[in-house]
């Protein structure tokens, strides 16, 4: 065919030779669609951006944006891979991740298994509840009000205006450190410690890191009950990843008219520090140990550190992993359309296991890069996991919750014995020398089962944050939204097309399922 066109001269022999050199590929549709979910949101964005004074561009546009092509079949791979392998079973349905650089930069996004069985983009437009990824947003707010990761809390009944969240099978965990209790997503903790420094307070951490939908003030909040978004978490988590400072996720760089005229070009900001130093360096520490020592230890890296939270909601509704290595935050979701309970399935299972196949392959080949955190404290002999209790859960199987409190299993211990207990002993061992503890702790005696002691939620207490910090909910600097990248060409709509829906509404709009999960 080739040899007939350059005879016919429909293209010169170069052309021709070119052209067998680099044959056509046949690509999976479903993968090239799978970049769809990214394009339609960085689509969105660009028009944003080169509008002026609310009026769309009528002409076409290019736009460079920040989609990693590699990152983003593979994130697609991982999901659809491990929810083909387990997700029947699991009765789990569909997903979400979000790959995002430090910065903000968005290098992938995918909203579900299959864009051509359903657009909706659950990355960006659906809202659920987050479970314990939402606790480091208590500690965070108790680490600004002088409470230290190794400061020691005795886990025990709770009452809570006759609220009483619970623990994983009812499992006990004495005295403990801080660091311990969100590294094994003790409910009832951390539970107590969003009443020890008010619930606004939480609330105002929470919103400055990135945290953009409305969240409840209640008790329950402090264990993950109030809605949000897998950007949201990736953004939120992208401020402990970055040192502190807060973080606007982009997917556009630079946006050009068909004649070339640069429409909008990021510019690089100027940095907003929303955490101290100091107190990021201590919640980054804690949530390391998640990986390494807690409920997060399927996600591990070899060769690279890696910190993060796993969250799961009562009767396995939402299963999530967020974490971050030196180069990626990233966000795992799993869940179903219609929000039909899971099987079993936690954070530190499905989720996790998506989040490490990606993170290896984003990782491959680059230089391993240590965490900035606080260093491990000197080790001390105080026991203080209960070790009659097994396996070390963030759960809630079979204990009673108020509709939507977390409830989170570390399931990687699970089958450690025939009895069902785990070596707590050896987990403790790794705890003393990460985080240490007052030598005057370890005389005091493990406290004997007590009876739950009525307590009353305290006024929430107005902690401000620093001056120099911004207010919660700030939009990003001027020219916050340049790396040169492949263009899209976004045509415009004719005149009369009306606007379209709006995708930030779960309950509106063509895109939003009204089915079961798509299985």
Same mark, same amino acid.
């Given at each position: ?122 990355? &960006? ?62 409910? &009832? ?53 970055? @040192? ?49 020592? @807690? ?7 070899? @060769? ?42 936690? @954070? ?35 026991? *203080? ?31 450690? *014995? ?102």
């Amino acid at each position: 065919v080739l040899d007939a066109m350059v005879e016919t001269g429909a293209i010169t022999q170069a052309q021709a030779d070119d052209a067998k050199a680099h044959p056509a590929v046949i690509s999976d549709p479903a993968i090239v669609d799978s970049r769809n979910f990214f394009l339609d949101t960085a689509a969105d964005q660009a028009l944003q951006l080169a509008s002026v004074n609310g009026q769309q561009p009528a002409s076409d546009l290019i736009v460079h944006t920040t989609l990693d092509p590699k990152l983003q079949d593979a994130a697609r791979h991982a999901l659809v891979r491990v929810l083909n392998a387990k997700g029947a079973k699991a009765h789990a349905g569909q997903g979400a991740v979000v790959m995002m650089k430090p910065d903000g930069e968005v290098v992938a996004l995918v909203g579900g298994r299959d864009y051509d069985a359903s657009s909706f983009n659950r990355a &960006t437009q659906a809202r659920r509840q987050p479970g314990s990824s939402f606790k480091p947003f208590v500690y965070l707010a108790a680490l600004e009000n002088g409470i230290s990761p190794w400061d020691v809390r005795t886990d025990g009944p709770v009452d809570i205006n006759g609220w009483s969240p619970t623990n994983y099978g009812h499992r006990q965990y004495g005295t403990i450190t801080l660091a311990e209790a969100l590294a094994h997503s003790v409910n &009832t903790i951390t539970a107590g410690l969003g009443q020890e420094v008010g619930i606004s307070t939480v609330i105002e951490a929470a919103k400055r890191c990135g945290i953009t939908s409305p969240l409840e003030q209640n008790a329950a909040l402090a264990l993950g009950t109030s809605d949000v978004t897998p950007i949201e978490m990736t953004a939120a988590y992208g401020a402990f990843a970055s @040192g502190g400072y807060r973080v606007y996720p982009y997917y556009v760089t630079e946006v050009d008219d068909p004649s070339g005229h640069i429409l909008y070009k990021r510019q690089t900001p100027q940095p907003q520090r929303v955490i101290a130093s100091h107190v990021d360096k201590d919640l980054v520490a804690m949530l390391y140990g998640v990986v390494t020592g @807690g409920t997060g230890r399927a996600a591990l890296i070899p @060769g690279h550190e890696a910190a993060g939270k796993t969250g799961t909601t009562q009767d396995y509704h939402d299963a999530w992993f967020v974490g971050f290595t030196a180069d990626y935050v990233t966000t795992v979701w799993i869940g179903n359309d219609d929000s039909s309970p899971m099987k079993n399935v936690t @954070g530190g299972t499905i989720p996790a296991t998506i989040w490490h196949d990606v993170m290896v392959y984003a990782e491959k080949g680059l230089p391993s890069k240590p965490l900035d955190r606080s260093p491990p404290q000197p080790a001390t002999e105080i026991t *203080s996991l209960d070790q009659t209790m097994g396996i070390d859960t963030e759960s809630g199987d079979g204990v009673t919750l108020p509709s939507g409190v977390s409830e989170d299993e570390d399931q990687s211990d699970q089958g450690s *014995s025939e009895d069902g207990n785990s070596s707590n002993a050896n987990r403790s061992g790794f705890f003393d020398w990460l985080f240490g503890r007052d030598r005057q702790q370890q005389q005091q005696q493990q406290q004997p089962q007590r009876a739950p002691q009525s307590q009353a939620v305290p006024p929430p207490r107005a902690f401000p944050p620093p001056a120099a910090y911004p207010p919660p909910n700030q939009p990003p600097p001027s020219g916050y939204y340049a790396q040169p990248r492949p263009p899209m060409v976004i045509h415009a709509p004719p005149p009369d097309q009306p606007p379209p829906a709006d995708y930030n509404d779960d309950e509106q709009g063509p895109h939003h399922p009204d089915g079961g999960p798509d299985n």
